[in-house]
């Protein structure tokens, strides 16, 4: 066993769990152009068998994110059974108001009742979902807003929204929350409803306990200080859940901690600095990415490993040192402490700990060195490959 990692470490590592997505198993691409690969799946039971083979390899993801129309099926309980049987749960159920045609001025916000309606009963239909498939949490992402000043009353549409949100608030039942996820900007990019977390803020607030924001970390302003939103969202008992994934520009959507590794440290220090990783935490921790030119199953594997890896480098930043330097104005102490732990390399700590619980030193290796990547191109011909967005 590594020398580094002491069992307190291991412990919270142990417990630790990070939701896959369904979309990040069919085929994504850019506006540009969607690229079609081999062994695809097909539907949402094949999405289920791959997200399965990531936990399998990692026994990180115990779960994976549904997304309602893409993932629908006639019956819940049959593809909640199918995720039962290879050891993983259907988890986040994910609802999409921006996909139709109706939507175009706005879907909870809009001016029209009846649209506002039609979107409403949507999310009341994923509730249903979740009924179905036994899951925790509903989530909000609006692609509502405008292009041109003047197109829009701001005002209005979030009154609008406030009044919507609630109604589907008042469906939940028993642990059931909903998750509102906001986003700087696209598709609209004058106004968007939900820009920032503190409108999110606001409008789950308004809610109720069960309401809580959604923390995209590629849906903020280059520059910006993740880490701080983290730590004030947790301090207000309102940070629901990560969809992590990784920036250089816009929403890319790229392999979390692939951008910037010393990012997703300091969020996992602050989450960690917040309780957020203790065994009785309620955040939902959910990767929100696509694999346009990279092996999707393997890019889901290192995606989970690097969030394994920052949280146990973040775990080892000695805080007694770090105290003592904060409190005695010791800076470059203070600083010092906090990089030797960004510094150290763990992986091979953390490739003997998993072989200790009978998984593969190295997830990435197994799955090259399995036939499970030949056997789903052999098997998965004929039919309509899925997409982010089918
Ligand atoms: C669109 O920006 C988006 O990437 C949001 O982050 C959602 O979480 C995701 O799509 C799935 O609806
Ligand atoms: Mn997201
Ligand atoms: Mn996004």
């Not at 198993?25 to 799946?41: I, L, W």
């Not at 936990?55 to 779960?63: D, F, K, V």
């Not at 919507?164 to 642990?175: N, W």
């Not at 969809?243 to 997703?264: E, T």
């Amino acid at each position: 066993m590594g020398t580094m990692l002491s069992p307190e470490i291991l412990a919270v590592l142990e417990r630790q769990a990070i939701e896959v997505p369904s979309w990040a198993y069919g085929n994504s691409g850019t506006r540009f152009k969607v690229y079609g690969t081999d062994g695809t799946p097909r539907d949402p039971f094949e999405k289920i068998a791959d997200a399965a083979e990531v936990n399998r390899l990692t026994g990180l993801a115990p779960s994976v994110a549904l997304h309602i129309p893409w993932d629908k099926v006639d019956d819940f309980g049959a593809l909640r059974t199918y995720a039962n049987d290879l050891g993983i749960e259907l988890g986040t159920i994910n609802s999409n108001t921006f996909q139709d045609d109706d939507y175009k001025f706005g879907a909870l916000t809009h001016e029209d009742p009846s649209v506002r309606r039609k979107a409403i009963d949507h999310h009341l239909e994923c509730v249903d979902v979740m009924d179905a498939t036994g899951s925790r949490d509903l989530k909000i992402w609006l692609a509502e807003g405008s292009n041109y000043p003047g197109q829009a009353d701001m005002r209005g549409r979030q009154d609008r929204l406030a009044e919507s949100l609630a109604q589907i608030y008042a469906r939940l039942s028993g642990d059931q929350r909903l998750m509102l996820e906001y986003k700087f900007f696209e598709p609209s990019f004058y106004h968007t409803d939900v820009p920032d977390w503190g409108t999110s803020y606001a409008q789950v607030a308004a809610l109720g306990d069960r309401a809580k924001v959604c923390l995209d970390t590629g849906h903020h302003a280059p520059g910006t200080n993740i880490e701080f939103i983290v730590m004030q969202l947790q301090r207000l008992g309102k940070l629901g859940s990560f969809d992590f994934n990784s920036r250089f520009y816009a929403d890319d959507d790229l392999i979390v901690g692939a951008a910037d590794p010393f990012q997703l440290f300091r969020i996992m220090f602050e989450v960690i600095r917040g309780g957020g990783l203790d065994a009785d935490t309620e955040i939902a921790f959910m990767l929100d990415q696509c694999h346009n030119v990279e092996n999707k199953i393997q890019g889901q594997i290192r995606s989970v490993l690097n969030v394994q890896e920052m949280t146990a480098r973040a775990l080892l930043v000695d805080h007694d040192a770090l105290v003592a330097a904060q409190r005695s104005g010791d800076v470059l102490a203070a600083n010092a402490v906090f990089m030797d732990a960004f510094y150290t390399d763990v992986r091979g700590d953390l490739a003997q700990w998993r072989e200790s619980r009978g998984l593969p030193a190295d997830p990435e290796a197994a799955f090259r060195a399995s036939d499970y990547q030949s056997r789903i191109e052999a098997e998965r011909v004929g039919g309509v490959q899925a997409g982010w967005g089918a």
